[in-house]
């Protein structure tokens, strides 16, 4: 037996209200959150589920205060009162999912401690900061932590402050609690499977390859996996494909044209070890283009990054190279000279692209506002919509708004069910489990959360492999069960090794 997926066959020739291309973070979040309204839902993913961005990113769950930052300085807002307006809006938006995440998905946060120093010639001062602290905090209403801090000058105690660049003249340094994501690719896992749960079709490595209208307002999809095709109608289809949401528009015949409605920037990150008083604290800054720049924490390590590059190769082959891992070494050392960052050993890497909004205008994209509806009507295509740039922190207001959105076009769906928020159980693997222990996980991700191979279990299924977790001993165990379970030869059992081994190199410069 090779596996224990279903046949894509079985699903020829059926309807489903909504069909959701990408199992990101906002396709799983909108597959949740459109089944939970009755609507009958098939989500479908061309890798493993939260593999794309989702699992690349940064990983800040954002108190909101960043963004209320002006470019140069705060008088702009009084010539740009809409711009002030719409950060206001992005930050009480950040403030509110904090707020929500942390209260509902906690075990899969952690708090980090983040300075800010404000230098002399930054356009905005300490008090300045000290409004903004008090407006999220307002925003916020007590639901998650900030712990807002200041102090004049560099006299904080925070440690990394001492190690920074041009200490003169550092006028300011605020120190406050920003929450990360321990685990975003459980997230959006516990959100596709909790839409399962409710009724809706969910398929990893199934790629949607053909999309073409059926009818005024209908959709056909061909999909494929490695054995079979298969075509599904659709009243509506939802594309959240990541950065590859202009190739998919352009799929539909007629639309091959059409001006891009997305722009990949590449963003990498770089994991090292810094000395033991450095953990939990982090820091932010600015790199020598003006760009942020962040040291944070990662359990007994650090990250550097990111980098910010605009990214035209393959899709599937965003990884981390030589000259991205260089330039964030420099800039970090340049940032804090005093450490040592340029002699460290790159722990790991990650590299992913963000969707960000396309803007004619702008070489980098329209960062700002998050999750831009782009409805296909416009290009006579109806029942069409695709959404860039939706982050990690607003993923439910997204897919609260798109479901809002659908229920105005196709009306009322079947009974509503109650969504689950709370974390999934799933069995506990550890790399000291015993034989029993580890047969029992393994055997739960592959038939119940559609794992396929050792990087899907490791890698997003459990958070091992991003806890460092992994050694050649127990990916051979984790091997040897997954193959006991599907019959595996020793010679397929070797391939799945060396896959792994390609995967993590390739993608995180983790030698195993
Ligand atoms: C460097 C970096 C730093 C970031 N920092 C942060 C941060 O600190 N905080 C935060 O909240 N966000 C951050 N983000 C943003 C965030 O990661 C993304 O905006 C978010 O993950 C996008 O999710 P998504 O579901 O839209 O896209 P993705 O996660 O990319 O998912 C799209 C999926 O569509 C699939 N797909 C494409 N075409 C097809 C097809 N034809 N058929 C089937 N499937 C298809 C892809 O395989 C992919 O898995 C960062 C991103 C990057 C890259």
Known sequence: MENLRSALTQFHGQSFDVAIIGGGINGCSAAQHLAASGYKVLLVEKRDFASGATSRSGRILHCGLRFLAPKKSVSEFLFAPGTLLMKLRTASDMAVAQGELYNTIRAYLRPMDIALPIYKHAGYSGWHVDIGAALVRLMNRGRSPINYRRWKGAASPHPFIKH????????????????????????????????????????????????????????????????????????????????????????????????????????????IRLPEEFRGHGIAGENSEGEHIFCLPWGEYHYLGPTETFYDGHPDEVTPLDEDINFIIRE????LPSLPIKDAKVEMAWAGARPITFDPNRAKGKRLPFSIFHDMVDQGARNLLAVT????????????????????????????????????????????????????????????????????????????????????????????????????????????????????????????
Not at 332 to 335: G, P, R
Not at 454 to 478: G, S
Request: aromatic share 6%; with cysteine; charged share 25%.
């Open 164 to 271: 920074l660049v041009n200490q003169g003249d550092i006028r300011s340094v605020v120190v406050f609690t920003d929450q990360q994501f321990r685990w975003p690719e459980r997230i959006a896992l516990d959100a596709c499977l909790n839409a399962e749960d409710m009724g809706a079709v969910i398929r990893n490595y199934t790629e949607v390859v053909k999309l073409e209208k059926s009818g005024k307002t209908s959709w056909k999809l061909t999909l494929a996996d490695d054995e079979h095709k298969a075509t599904i109608d659709a009243r509506y289809v939802l594309n959240l494909a990541g950065i590859e949401i202009d190739r998919t528009n352009r799929m539909v015949p007629g639309l091959d044209n059409i001006p891009p409605r997305v722009r990949a920037m590449k963003g990498v990150h770089v994991l």
């Open 332 to 335: 970090a050392q340049a940032l």
């Open 389 to 512: 740039w939706g982050i990690i922190v607003n993923h439910r207001q997204t897919a609260r708004r798109v479901t809002q959105k659908i229920k105005g076009v196709l009306g009322a769906a079947g009974p509503g069910k109650t969504i689950n928020y709370s974390p999934r159980e799933a069995p506990v693997l550890t790399p000291t489990s015993s034989a029993a222990d580890i047969e029992r996980a393994v055997r739960h991700f592959l038939t119940a959360e559609h794992a396929t191979s050792a990087v899907d279990i490791l890698c997003r299924r459990t958070p091992l492999f991003w806890d460092k977790a992994v050694t050649p001993e127990f990916l051979d165990k984790i091997v040897d069960t997954i193959g006991n379970i599907l019959h595996w030869s020793d010679q397929r059992r070797q391939a799945e090794v060396d896959s792994f081994a390609d995967y993590v190199w390739r993608n995180h410069r983790v030698e195993l």
